[in-house]
């Protein structure tokens, strides 16, 4: 049971007080229990509160949604906590490409791994705002900097993440923490949830680090992204469906089942199968085959390697629940 949230002097001696500040505090008060249900992190809302006034200026110099800008910074750095941004003030994932400054390296020193290094975060955000003038993204500035749902699926169209759900992420965490209304220069509902949000962490009981981690799973999805052979998959955990894990990734319950070859919608992923959120290959561009082993199925082979169960079935003409024999070589190609 949580403690109470906030203490207000006023309630204590109205009515010969200020009616006006006892409301005040009712309407703060509401506010606390409002974000407290939400799970809205202080970590999030403290990036966000450092850095509006960046994206805001950003918005009005170079047309950039500010909404847009502080949800990337809060998706690629974590809300400022990433070692790319506490160790090179890059807030935005940007790499080097053909960048003349300071670099660092994630992982193996690599013109894929290479990454901008800055003095501040304030450099980091300059260069944001320049990087997006160029030529690749200009298309997106034919888009109303009120309209946070065409930037952020703009931006994933213009490849400036590989992550097909990245869109769906930034305006999951535009809409969270209302970052739109910083398009309208007008942070006031966002400042009043910042403050009485600190009012309830102060006075009550709360583990911070769960917090975060709960609103940056919230954020950032259930499943880790995985890329295989230029394709997305997710491993499934205890509990998903295939309707869970189409919401997740706002598909139609129905190109799930049809990308996993599924025929029985009431069907169930196995725990740590390959759940496939994209179209499967009709032929693999890499491996030729596949020796079965023991206890294999042509449905389970076709999940590892991305190929789809008619492909496999007329490359190695087979009938549909025909069983494998352990050894048998399966045609990719």
């Not at 699926?153 to 993440?161: D, H, N, P």
């Not at 490359?315 to 352990?326: C, H, S, V």
């Amino acid at each position: 049971m949580l403690k109470t949230y906030f203490h207000c002097k006023y309630i204590d001696n109205f009515p010969n007080g200020n009616p006006k500040r006892w409301i005040c505090c009712v309407f703060l008060a509401l506010m606390c229990l409002t974000s407290v249900a939400q799970g809205l992190s202080s970590v999030f809302l403290e990036y966000i509160d450092k850095y509006k006034g960046i994206a805001i200026r950003h918005c009005q110099q170079y047309g950039i949604p500010a909404s847009i800008t502080l949800a990337q910074g809060l998706l690629e750095s974590g809300a400022g906590r990433s070692k790319l941004a506490t160790g090179s003030n890059n807030h935005f994932g940007i790499k080097c490409h053909s960048w003349e400054g300071e670099r660092t390296y994630v992982g193996a020193a690599s013109a894929y791994n290479c990454y901008r290094k800055y003095d501040s975060p304030e450099d980091g955000y300059e260069d944001h705002a320049k990087f997006l003038q160029g030529s690749r993204y200009q298309r997106l500035f034919d888009i109303p900097v009120s309209d946070y749902k065409g930037w952020a699926r703009g931006l994933k169209a213009c490849g400036y993440a590989e992550n097909p759900a990245y869109a769906d992420k930034l305006i999951r965490l535009i809409e969270t923490y209302e970052l739109f209304q910083y398009d309208l220069n007008q942070p006031v509902m966002a400042k009043a949830k910042e403050e009485s949000t600190a009012t309830a962490e102060a006075e009550q009981t709360y583990d911070e680090e769960q917090a975060y981690k709960k609103a940056y799973d919230k954020a950032f999805m259930e499943h880790v992204i995985h890329r295989k052979w230029d394709k997305y998959f997710v491993v499934a955990k205890h509990g998903d469906t295939y309707e869970s894990i189409a919401l997740e990734f706002s598909k139609k319950l129905k190109d799930i089942l049809d990308y996993n070859d599924i025929t029985d919608r009431n069907a169930r992923p196995r725990e740590g199968e390959r759940i496939w959120v994209e179209k499967k290959f009709d032929r693999h561009p890499s491996v030729k085959f596949y020796v079965a082993k023991k206890g294999e199925t042509l449905h389970s082979i076709s999940q590892e390697y991305g190929v789809r169960m008619k492909s496999l079935l007329k490359l190695n003409a087979m009938k549909p629940n025909e069983e494998l024999i352990t050894g048998q070589k399966i045609f990719f190609q």
